[in-house]
């Protein structure tokens, strides 16, 4: 039964118990890191807990006014199980990423996070010294980072038109002890014997003046005019150090290169693709199709398991790094095609003859999975299990929950036999925060 299929990864918990949910107060609800008292981490896994009832509420409500099948209308569409927590709670973020912008004070380069907001026009940066979820090492280089674009005579870019340079900073660590420092800058008009003198002047600041305390395993930098940009659209520049950094999961070495995805928290990592390991119900004799996969970490935790797998990734680095993976880590069966799903996924799924189990893993951004993939999947009869990660079901994940589990609409253009929800299972991916990681799993 659903509802007893994880027993074994509720042990996984360690030190922790299981906190299940209680009555809170609605201001919890708005609870940020940035308030005080700071709300106990006893009450936000009830708040989370909550926030995936909701969804699960509306998900239930949806399909019973398109008449999709939910066993009980009094009921949820599927067993909720209690939220399992993080083995880390704190400085647990293995990236962090920091603005430029103006503080409290009124300095433009100042570097930290947004509070307030655009409507209200009341938006500053704040450092995050008190920031439980960042790791010091993250503190410590956007400190450094802030004390160089301070001594720039170029300014910082918060308005593109408005002109500027220095942006952002991502920091990526590791717990083998590495630390990578992404810059992000506009080049405005500037020539590329300006552009050359300032990355020369980041990388003595960061290996021979004050920001060397940070020991960096690598420094990178991009041009960007854009918000984000790719390594297609604009590469990252490797300005010191090795341009990858390795993280170890579930006894597994990963390459990580500076845009590739991978999840924020290593040890709640684990215990997430044990979920999933678990959920999918694989075997020996089972392809696992592994949907905006990343640098492999999903399909290569349940390789060693099933029979094979097949991962789809639209970031081409991501790719490499997925394949560099499976070989550094002696797996061989497993393949890997860089492009968007949407153009991926219906060519490989239409000719699908394999005999084997196909059980599908999608792990995709906050915009959810395009139409055409969901059709594709819903068209091919083979998946029969299929398991939805989300770290924001309540946005356009819901929109994809119940395309999955409509009736057949030939209007939309979705056919195949719909899936059920059979499963919820929310984790604490996110301690100190509201927010939590839902894995949702459909079966037909």
């Not at 300095?107 to 209200?120: D, H, I, Q, S």
């Not at 590791?174 to 080049?187: D, E, L, N, R, Y």
């Not at 005999?355 to 993939?373: D, E, F, K, Q, T």
Request: charged fraction near 20%.
């Amino acid at each position: 039964k659903p509802h007893l299929l994880l027993p074994s990864l509720l042990s996984y918990s360690k030190a922790q118990k299981v906190l299940r949910p209680c009555p809170v107060q609605d201001r919890l609800m708005e609870a940020s890191l940035l308030q005080h008292p700071r709300p106990t981490l006893g009450a936000m896994v009830s708040v989370k807990y909550e926030s995936v009832r909701k969804v699960l509420q509306t998900l239930t409500s949806h399909l019973l006014e398109l008449g999709g099948g939910v066993q009980d209308p009094g009921m949820l569409c599927c067993p909720l199980q209690p939220v399992v927590p993080s083995p880390t709670v704190n400085g647990y973020r293995n990236k962090s990423t920091f603005s430029v912008n103006r503080g409290p004070d009124g300095n433009p380069k100042t570097v930290g996070l947004y509070v307030g907001t655009g409507r209200g026009q009341n938006i500053v940066c704040v450092r995050t010294d008190h920031m439980m979820n960042i790791p010091l090492k993250h503190k410590q280089v956007a400190q450094c980072y802030e004390q160089f674009i301070r001594c720039s005579p170029l300014g910082s870019c918060i308005l593109f038109h408005e002109g500027g340079h220095w942006r952002e900073l991502v920091v990526r660590t590791s717990q083998h002890g590495h630390t990578m420092a992404i810059v992000t800058f506009h080049p405005q008009q500037l020539g590329q014997e300006a552009l050359a003198a300032q990355k020369a002047l980041l990388k003595e600041f960061f290996t021979c003046g004050p920001g060397a305390v940070c020991a960096l395993t690598s420094l990178y930098f991009q041009e960007s005019t854009m918000t984000r940009c790719s390594h297609e659209q604009s590469p990252f520049q490797l300005l010191h150090g090795e341009p990858h950094i390795f993280e170890d999961v579930l006894d597994l070495t990963f390459r990580i290169s500076p845009d590739a995805f991978f999840q924020v928290n290593t040890s709640g990592a684990e215990v997430l693709y044990r979920a999933v390991r678990e959920l999918s119900q694989a075997a020996t004799n089972t392809v696992l199709l592994d949907v905006c996969c990343g640098t492999g970490t999903i399909g290569l935790s349940l390789a060693r398991h099933v029979s094979k797998v097949i991962g789809v990734e639209i970031v081409q680095k991501a790719i490499e790094d997925a394949r560099w993976n499976a070989a550094f880590n002696g797996i061989s069966n497993c393949e890997f095609h860089s492009g968007k799903a949407e153009a991926v996924l219906p060519e490989l799924l239409s000719s699908w003859e394999d005999a084997r189990p196909l059980v599908a893993v999608v792990n995709p951004s906050r915009a959810g999975i395009h139409h055409r993939v969901v059709r594709a999947i819903r068209s091919c009869g083979a998946i029969r299990r299929l398991l939805y990660i989300s770290c924001k079901p309540e946005g356009e994940a819901m929109r994809n929950f119940l395309e999955l589990c409509c009736p057949p609409d030939p209007g939309k253009k979705l056919e195949g036999e719909p899936f059920a929800p059979a499963l919820a299972v929310p984790i604490d991916m996110f301690p100190h925060t509201a927010h939590c990681e839902l894995v949702l799993l459909l079966t037909r």
